[in-house]
């Protein structure tokens, strides 16, 4: 028998109400109704025989009350259901019951165990041995030596120093000494791990079964310095891919410049205290939210990587487009009748395709505000895929604005 229909419902926190939206596979009759559960915490769909039971984000009033219905025969029904002040601070009344609130982001280096195993999510090869990495340790944001750099140049006068470092170079060659300066850099470290949003990076000696290469795996080596005596003088590209050498998935990037393996989260399995493994939609939304709160910019373009090779089934439009997309809310939480039970945290956002062609014009327009992030192309692909997936979710009234879709990215 068909399902009934979908529910959709969203926490508006600023103003205290849940957004309730049914969409019904069939027209709306006498038979359909929406009722609140005695205790408030979910709503019930009866319509043509059928019912759907929907857990909201949080608690409201109206606990048993049947939901009114002002017009039959149409397809999307919607209200606003305020929310249950009683027993409640306002710290804590907007968050999800079921531990859905803000987390650190997923694999900080106190998440991760000492010793731990890394390994190809997608087939188990081992790439770095248990006992390797002794420690993990954070990285800093993207922009710590730049702002070390500025701290030091605008600090209060320490004495007599500053004269005798009159001279530019000098007090550039002291920056620089002192570890914090705009052209100091991380290097890796062997037996360290160390962690950033949404890669992991390791020397190269602790890592085991990788090929290395300038473009896809065909042309790629176990050895890299290999690679390296075959290209031009002065030719070295600033990276290489990284891929498993079992089962040939991409699994992230050598940096020349730190002398690192840097291993995108998304396809590695890890040994972590919270049992978490964040896929690629978690990750970014990590990065968005890191993005916003440095730049205060709320447009971005998600461009996939050029060097980057892509497996038969990914789409051909993640190598062809750009992702544009446009932050609405960076903290909403909803739960659908159509997923798995209980509320999810996400980020409310426009998205759009768009030709890399215009997205690089964009990029190098001065009065245009968009960040950029990059991507391997078949993770640009899955990007899109769950996205679209989500706008599906949504009401139909509100999967689209202009020449924009609305996409919810789960964090």
């Known amino acids: 028998m068909a399902s009934c229909g979908s529910i959709y419902a969203e926490l508006l926190s600023n103003i205290r109400q849940i957004s309730l939206a049914v969409s019904l596979h069939s027209p709306s009759d006498a038979s359909t109704q929406v009722a609140v559960t005695a205790d408030g915490c979910s709503v019930e769909l009866r319509h043509r025989g059928e019912t759907r039971h929907l857990v909201l984000p949080a608690k409201v009033t ?17 209200w606003r259901l305020p929310l249950d002040p009683e027993g409640s601070s306002p710290g804590l009344v907007f968050r999800p019951r079921d531990g859905g609130e803000q987390r650190p982001p997923s694999w900080s280096a106190a998440d991760l ?17 248990k006992d390797a990495l002794t420690v993990w340790k954070d990285l800093p944001s993207e922009n710590w030596a730049e702002m070390m750099e500025f701290w030091h140049c605008h600090k209060p006068s320490d004495g007599g120093h500053h004269h005798a470092e009159s001279n530019g170079q000098t007090d550039e060659k002291s920056i620089a000494s002192k570890g914090y300066g705009a052209s100091s850099h991380i290097s890796a470290q062997k037996s360290i791990g160390f962690v950033d949003l949404t890669t992991l990076l390791f020397a190269e000696d602790d890592c085991l079964g990788i090929t290395f290469s300038p473009s896809g795996y065909e ?10 005596e075959t290209d031009a003088p002065g030719s070295q590209p600033r990276s290489l891919n990284v891929f498993c050498s079992s089962c040939r998935t991409q699994l992230g990037f ?9 291993l995108l989260k998304w396809q590695i399995s890890c040994q972590s205290v919270s049992g978490s493994a964040p896929g690629i939609s978690k990750c970014l939304a990590v990065t968005l939210i890191s993005i916003i709160a440095r730049s205060a910019s709320s447009k971005l373009l998600i461009t996939p990587i050029s060097e980057s090779t892509t497996s038969p089934d990914d789409t051909q439009p993640s190598m062809e487009n750009a992702l544009h997309i446009w932050v609405l809310n960076s903290g909403i939480v909803y739960s659908s009748s159509a997923t798995a039970p209980g509320s999810t ?4 956002l426009l998205y759009r395709l768009i ?9 190098e327009t001065l009065t245009y505000d ?8 078949g993770a ?3 990007v899109i895929q769950s996205l679209d997936e989500s706008n599906g979710l949504l009401p139909e009234s509100e999967r689209l604005f202009k020449e924009w879709k609305v996409g919810l990215l789960k964090k």
Not at 254 to 262: G, I, M, Y
């Open 62 to 78: 109206l606990g048993g009350a049947v939901l009114p219905i002002q017009k039959q025969n149409v397809q999307s029904l919607s």
């Open 113 to 129: 165990l000492p010793g731990s195993e890394v390994s190809c999510r997608q087939c188990g090869s081992v790439l770095v041995n």
């Open 219 to 228: 042309h790629g080596s176990a050895d890299r310095h290999a690679l390296a």
């Open 254 to 262: 050598f940096n020349f410049r730190a002398a690192a393996v840097t």
């Open 345 to 348: 945290p996400a980020i409310k």
């Open 355 to 363: 030709r890399r062609e215009e997205a690089e014009r964009m990029l």
């Open 370 to 377: 968009a960040q950029e992030v990059s991507l391997p192309a």
């Open 380 to 382: 640009l692909g899955n």
